[in-house]
């Protein structure tokens, strides 16, 4: 009678990336590592907070170290991710420890930029105060 239906899903196929972007968001309280193709196409990603890490620890070197590995883990074995421009976005402590880890997996770091965004003009001054 009722008869359960199954869908067949594709398995995606995985493309082989020898080069890319990766790009480290490092904030004070986290750091978000991000595999990309040439394209911006996300092949992996990992941050502090989802590799354990909790509350004042996710800010610090340590933990983005951890999440730049396990990032480029993925992307080494599943897409054979090997030369990386770097680009840096942040002020945290995380900003050298991912970089360094990159060089422990043995993808070559052809660049590193640092886009963290410059305030220009500012925010608005607080009003005068009147007595």
Do not use: W
């Not at 972007?21 to 978000?32: G, R, Y």
């Not at 040439?38 to 996710?58: E, H, P, Y």
């Not at 080494?76 to 840096?88: D, L, P, R, T």
């Amino acid at each position: 009678m009722a008869e359960s239906t199954r869908t067949t899903s594709k398995k995606k196929a995985k493309r082989s990336v020898p080069s890319g972007q990766v790009h480290v968001l490092a904030t004070f309280n986290n750091t978000i590592v991000t595999f990309t193709d040439n394209n911006g196409g996300v092949l992996a990603a990992s941050s502090a907070g989802a590799c354990g890490f909790r509350g004042s620890k996710k800010g610090t070197a340590y933990a983005a170290q951890v999440a730049a590995e396990k990032a480029g883990q993925i992307a080494k074995q599943q897409h054979g991710f090997s030369k990386a421009e770097v680009f840096i976005k942040g002020v945290g402590l995380g900003r050298d420890a991912a970089v360094r880890a990159l060089a422990g997996l043995d993808i070559a770091v052809e660049s590193i930029r640092d886009v963290t965004g410059v305030p220009h003009g500012g925010v608005r001054p607080k009003k005068a105060r009147r007595i």
